[in-house]
Nanobody
Framework: QVQLVESGGGLAQPGGSLRVSCAASGIVFSVFTVGWYRQAPGKQRELVASITSNGSTGYTDSVQGRFTISRDNAKNTVYLQMNSLKPEDTAVYYC??????????????WGQGTQVAVSS
């Protein structure tokens, strides 16, 4: 039974901060590449940040310098620290974990999402 559970969303003011978490069970989370995606109403889902099993990170331009992705393998958890929040960051944030074995098997899991709203 594989589960990804996001938490930590909520309402923040512009310029404020939130940290969302993605906790995994049923997998060795440390070997997965994990991405945070977001989807705003009427918009395409976009990849916000990602982190690989070796700790390499990547960010979309709109959040670079403001958001930080990290992982705590002992807790099977990946975090997204969001600072200097803007109204444009309002979206449902989803956690995704992906893995492909050398034998060609693919694994892809999604969490249920957590709502982030940025408004004054």
């Amino acid at each position: 039974q594989v589960q990804l559970v996001e938490s930590g969303g909520g309402l923040a003011q512009p310029g404020g901060s939130l940290r969302v978490s993605c906790a995994a069970s049923g997998i060795v989370f440390s070997v997965f590449t994990v991405g945070w995606y977001r989807q705003a109403p009427g918009k395409q889902r976009e990849l916000v940040a990602s982190i690989t099993s070796n700790g390499s990170t990547g960010y979309t331009d709109s959040v670079q310098g403001r958001f930080t992705i990290s992982r705590d393998n002992a807790k099977n958890t990946v975090y997204l620290q969001m600072n200097s929040l803007k109204p444009e960051d309002t979206a449902v944030y989803y956690c995704n974990a992906g893995f492909r074995s050398l034998g060609g098997l693919k694994y892809d899991y999604w969490g249920q999402g957590t709502q982030v709203a940025v408004s004054s």
